[in-house]
């Protein structure tokens, strides 16, 4: 059973920054993609970075130079640190996890709020 927990959402100003991380349990960190992905109220679940188990990394049009993601293989956590942040930014954040072998081997966390307000 792999369990992914994240943490580190909260209230920030427009340009401001915020991280928020994923802690994994239950599986080998290492064997698996990550993702960030966010949903606002009414819209769909989208895709805002990836980073592969080797370390090779994917954003969204809309964050790419703003956000970046990494990941602690030591720690089995993954990283999402947004700067400039505009209110658009605002959603759940999203952790999952994809067996680099078997996608069908996919988890998601419970997400963490987001929110650009000034």
């Known amino acids: 059973q792999v369990q992914l927990v994240e943490s580190g959402g909260g209230l920030v100003q427009p340009g401001g920054s915020l991280s928020v991380s994923c802690a994994v349990s239950?599986?080998?960190?290492?064997?698996?993609?990550m993702g960030w992905y966010r949903q606002a109220p009414g819209k769909q679940r989208d895709l805002v970075a990836s980073?592969?188990?080797?370390?090779?990394?994917s954003y969204a049009d809309s964050v790419k130079g703003r956000f970046a993601i990494s990941r602690d293989n030591t720690k089995n956590t993954v990283y999402l640190q947004m700067n400039s942040l505009k209110p658009e930014d605002t959603a759940v954040y999203y952790c999952?996890?994809?067996?680099?072998?078997?996608?069908?081997?996919?988890?998601w966390g419970q997400g963490t709020q987001v929110t650009v307000s000034s």
């Open positions: 999952n996890a994809e067996f680099i072998s078997d996608s069908s081997r996919a988890y």
């Open positions: 239950g599986s080998s960190f290492s064997l698996y993609n």
């Open positions: 980073i592969t188990n080797y370390g090779r990394t």
